[in-house]
């Protein structure tokens, strides 16, 4: 019994040891995975326990959490990085993970599905989310420039301003803007109120292979952007944030008040005048007066009492005497108007999940300040992506769903004549920014001028608004039928209500202030639903062929509907009081809306044998209700084929080419962006011009209708020849990596409105499918990483695109030419035959009429005399005229750039990331307002550069106001190179010791300085050289654009 007893203690107690021992071998290990160059947190690892099995993802702030076995060693795998085994006693974690720029397990979300790169055929540029991170940036715009070959963006810099994107060139005269597609669901509406923050990733299907699966849509390729999912593991809290302060760049050189006042006397004295002038007197030199109002005045004048002040804000009276102090010292306008601005930007997202449920859900905030006083634009962002999984995950449901509500305040349009930032060029300093009673002082005091005071603009916009509430996004089901079998229904919904209102003052400071003040206002909305239904086979025969069949169908629906209103003669200026019904006079509203749709059938297959040989072909079939029936439908296929060289017996085992691919691929895309009506003549109605008193009683109007435009019911779709050549190469165990792209894409059948004789009436002209146009050029992208001495690790990356556009056709008359460009100057841009797309035609300037003897020899050219322009006889007829213009330079960059470093030494790191575009051309229309004889306003310094005797080389041409108007005409005075090289981002960034924030419940903690658009290297007289413009033919075209926006930013990331 006691023997029994003993046995049953003793094994007991062993049992109980073991559980000890098993109890002591077990252990919690928590950390971050940073990619060990940018530092960032990297979402989705996938952490797995060798032997013991254990396995969970990463969350969205990059931090885990994990129960192993002592003895387990840690396996960090992720797509796009090398993977790591650890093994180490450590409880916390850091761990960093080296980009492998060449993963050929990387999975690349394209067109309907994804597919591993090692497998692609087509031109796939991808962007990942550490890029993105490493750039805080307002818009996707911004986060993108520079970072893609063939990819060039333009940044508006306004608060909330739009970009304009271009891939590989443009496609068309008509819309090149490409298509996004965001989780699934396509659109080329607004961006802005798209937060940055939440994309993981960004594709870029640059060639017909690629991106012909989007049929009619895709002729100017295509972003597929994927944003944050979620991942298993517990629940995880991040908080992004940063803050900064903007400011402008270098601003213009302009001349003083005493300065501007004796060019205006050498200007008379050139033109045979006794100088003159209301404000500066008539002795043999100009004197300054005290006062600007009234004209002329000194002190002591007792036209300068102040008791005789009078001023009315809603409108000028001859009552008015608003007495104002010269500053003879010269008001800096541009400081006037710019301001140090904060722009900040936070967000929070928690993230978590199991095997068969997923959750991603953020908010976000971005706020930006405008470097002109009275403006910004505000973001607030609410996300929800959800996954589900039913019947052991066979079945799928989820939803990714944005709510997004931006504003912008203030005055909103530049790129014109009058905008504020036009008006600080214009002005002339001696006018103070107020009175002597601290109203708004302006050019209304004689001889100063008709420009506007920019910061009264600026100040009575501030009340303007321009709102939009927008709901984006899609919910899906996924179901997998058999093995290799899976079926996906997907319904996108993108809506928004869009709103408005802005207040026109009367200037009443100013020379020509305008009659009455107005208000407008206007609502609209835009509801586009898309629902995809795709059904895909994967399947590996013989461990050597592997095929993947794609086949679906998609309908896309489109409403647009808005409302517009105005009033005018307010009795107030008080903004409460700002709504239509308060209005007295001219009682204007106007209403339209609009409908599309587009049904498709579609269909892919990609084949590859033992990863070495590939094929892939597409096929896509678009019907839109913007064609008529002759031409309502499409087609549209590509074949792409891959040689995976590294393959072969020769390469295989080599240990230092890692992979070397050869690819190719030709299609056909198309282009249906040419308004939904242009297929239908339209009729229009207005009481000015379609009504009449058919009775001639004098009584009430009967309203008529008068023909819009024509339309073309045999219009066809423009469609894009796209040929691609492409090589990817990966050597030293993927260090050095390198992509390099060839192409060419013909677009046909474009869209022209040819001219109809003045006998056709006043309805625009029918489209037509008449004009041609090419595009080629090469992408190049090349990345090396490694490591010194083992804590020091770097990579340098670098990307670069030419192409060369040329207009093969507009219609059968070669010498037909679109023209664009209008500016004060004249045109300036031509769409013609032979030449690239607004391309810049204008006169030849060769220097200036050194003396008599150059005048008499030289061809007839008005007025022309010693000291002006002289103009090249480009046909040398002898006649000086509009045949003597000729192509001078155009837009489109010779080649652009980007080149990024990167550094990272312990937990300290460094980023530089340089962008620049070389050889594109401006016209700085400015010069116009500045550098002659215009409008009596404000002087360039380079006004006091002209041409006179003991002057010869200079750089205008003689002062006289008899030939102000021939020498100041659109010229190739006004072109310059554009070209610049910008450091676009500098970061240095800490992580702080995981031991120190053990201490205060913080998984992580990254704190960086940010200096963003720092430096630019530029030749450019104006501003800023990268200029921002909506329309094609006004590529370009600098009259008056915003600045591209400086910063310096410091930042947190916290994981919690």
């Keep these: 019994m006691k023997s029994y007893k003993f046995k049953a203690i003793a094994f007991l107690f062993a049992v109980l040891s073991a559980l000890s021992a098993r109890g002591q071998n077990v252990r919690e290990v928590t950390g971050i995975v940073l990619d060990s160059l940018t530092q960032t947190p990297i979402h989705g690892v996938n952490i797995t326990a060798k032997p013991g099995g254990q396995h969970i993802n990463t969350s969205a702030d990059g931090t885990f959490q994990i129960t192993i076995n002592i003895e387990d060693v840690l396996v960090f795998t992720s797509i796009g990085y090398i993977p790591l085994e650890l093994k180490t006693s450590e409880d916390t974690l850091k761990v960093l993970l080296a980009q492998d720029f060449q993963s050929l397990n990387e999975v690349v979300v394209t067109g309907y599905g994804t597919q591993q790169r090692k497998d692609i055929t087509g031109a796939i540029t991808s962007v990942a989310a550490e890029d993105l991170k490493a750039v805080p940036a307002p818009n996707l715009g911004q986060a993108l420039q520079g970072r893609a070959a063939g990819v060039t963006v333009v940044n508006d810099g306004r608060p909330g301003g739009n970009q304009t994107v271009r891939i590989r060139g443009f496609g068309t005269i008509n819309n090149s803007n490409p298509l996004y597609v965001i989780d699934g669901v396509p659109t080329k509406q607004n961006l802005n109120s798209i937060n940055p923050n939440d994309i993981e990733t960004i594709q870029i299907l640059k060639d017909a292979a690629a991106a012909s699966v989007y049929g009619s849509r895709a002729s100017n390729g295509v972003v597929v952007i994927t944003t944050k999912q979620g991942r298993s593991g517990k629940p995880r809290l991040a908080v992004e944030s940063f803050y900064g302060i903007q400011s402008a760049g270098k601003m213009p050189e302009m001349v003083t008040p005493i300065q501007a006042a004796e060019i205006e006397w050498a200007l008379q004295r050139n033109s045979g005048l006794t100088p003159s002038h209301p404000q500066y007197g008539n002795g043999t030199n100009p004197v300054l007066p005290d006062y600007t109002w009234p004209a002329g005045a000194m002190d002591g004048d007792p036209r300068a009492d102040p008791a005789l002040y009078s001023y009315n804000p809603l ?49 976000g905030y971005f706020g930006q300040d405008g470097l002109l006083k009275y403006t910004g634009f505000n973001r607030y962002s609410i996300r929800a992506n959800t996954e589900f999984g039913f019947l052991d995950n066979k079945l799928k449901i989820g939803e990714n769903l944005q709510f997004a509500y931006t504003e912008n305040r203030g005055v909103t349009g530049y790129q014109s004549q009058t905008n504020p930032l036009t008006m600080a060029f214009r002005l002339p300093r001696i006018i103070p920014a107020y009175d002597i009673n601290g109203n708004f002082a302006g050019s209304r005091a004689a001889g100063l001028g008709n420009s506007y005071n920019p910061l009264a603009q600026l100040s009575r916009g501030q009340d303007n608004r321009a709102k939009e509430s927008r709901v984006f996004g899609n919910m899906f089901a996924e179901i997998n039928i058999l093995e290799g079998l899976k079926a996906r229904s997907n319904f996108g919904l993108d809506y928004a209500y869009n709103s408005g209102h802005s207040f026109d003052f009367v200037q009443v400071e100013a020379s020509e202030p305008g009659l009455r003040n107005g208000l407008s206002e206007y609502a609209e909305s835009t509801l586009n639903w898309t629902w995809t239904n795709t059904l895909s086979y994967s399947k590996t025969f013989n461990e050597s062929h592997l095929l993947n069949v794609l086949g679906g169908t998609e309908a896309i629906q489109d409403n647009f509907r808005r409302i517009s209103g105005g009033r005018e003669n307010y009795f107030t200026l008080d903004p409460n009081y700002r709504y239509l019904s308060a209005g007295e006079t001219n009682i204007v509203n106007s209403g339209t809306g609009a409908q599309w749709g587009l049904f498709s ?216 030419f679109i023209a664009g460009g209008d500016t004060r100057p004249g045109f300036f841009t031509r769409i013609q035959k032979g030449h690239p797309v607004s391309a810049f035609y ?215």
């Design 315 to 363: 409108m000028v009276t001859s009552q008015d005497n608003p007495i104002t102090r010269a500053n003879k010292m010269g008001t800096d306008w541009f400081d006037e108007i710019f301001q140090s601005a904060p722009i900040q930007s936070y967000q929070v997202t928690a993230t978590g999940g199991t095997d068969l449920s997923k959750y991603v859900f953020s908010t």
């Design 601 to 816: 059938i579609f269909g892919k297959i990609d084949y590859s044998y033992k990863s070495k040989y590939l094929a892939s072909a597409t096929l896509r079939r678009d019907g839109s209700s913007r064609f008529g029936e002759n031409n309502q439908y499409g087609f549209f296929p590509a074949v792409g084929l891959g040689w995976v060289i590294s393959e072969e017996d020769m390469l295989r085992n080599s240990t230092f080419v890692n992979n070397l691919k050869l690819r190719g691929g030709v299609g056909k895309t198309g282009n249906q962006e040419i308004g939904n009506y242009a297929a239908f003549s339209t009729y229009t109605t207005a009481p000015g011009t379609t009504s009449y008193d058919l009775a001639g009683t004098s009584g009430s109007l009967i309203n008529g209708f008068a023909i819009a435009a024509l339309g073309n019911p045999d219009l066809r779709w423009e469609t894009s020849i796209s040929t691609n050549l492409g090589l990817d190469v990966a050597v030293m165990d993927n260090r050095l990596d390198m992509t390099i792209d060839i192409y060419r894409n013909v677009t046909k059948d474009m869209l022209y409105r040819t001219p109809l004789p003045s006998t056709a009436g006043g309805a625009a002209p029918p489209f037509q499918n008449i004009g041609e146009m090419v595009n080629k050029g090469i992408d190049i992208m090349l990345n090396y990483q490694g490591t010194i001495g083992g804590d020091l690790q770097y990579a340098v990356g670098g990307n670069f695109s030419l192409y060369r556009n040329e207009v093969l056709k507009i219609d059968d008359n070669d010498n037909t």
């Design 842 to 1056: 204008t006169y030849q300037t060769d220097g200036f009429f050194q003396n008599q003897e150059e005048v008499e020899a030289h061809a007839s050219q008005e007025r022309k005399a010693v000291g002006a322009f002289r103009i090249k006889d480009i046909n040398g007829d002898g006649i000086i005229d509009a045949n003597d213009q000729t192509w001078i330079g155009n837009p489109h960059p010779d080649f652009t750039y980007g080149l990024n470093l990167s550094l990272n030494y312990k937990n300290i790191d460094l980023v530089l990331f340089f962008q620049g575009s070389q050889g594109n051309d401006v016209v700085n229309t400015l010069k116009w307002f500045t550098d002659f004889d215009n409008f009596g306003g404000n002087r360039s310094v380079r006004m006091l550069d002209t041409w006179t005797e003991t002057n010869r080389d200079a750089t205008l041409p003689l002062l006289n106001r008899n030939r102000t108007q021939l020498d100041s005409r659109a010229s190739d005075y006004y072109i310059e190179d554009g070209s610049y090289l910008r450091l676009k981002n500098v970061q240095l960034g800490v992580n702080l010791q995981p031991k120190f924030l053990e201490r205060i419940k913080i998984q992580n903690c990254r704190i960086y300085l940010q200096g963003f658009n720092l430096l630019t290297f530029t030749k450019y007289s104006g501003i800023d050289p990268e200029l921002f413009n909506s329309g094609l033919v006004d590529m370009g075209i600098d009259q008056g654009a915003y600045p591209v926006t400086r910063s310096v930013n410091l930042g947190i990331n916290l994981s919690l």
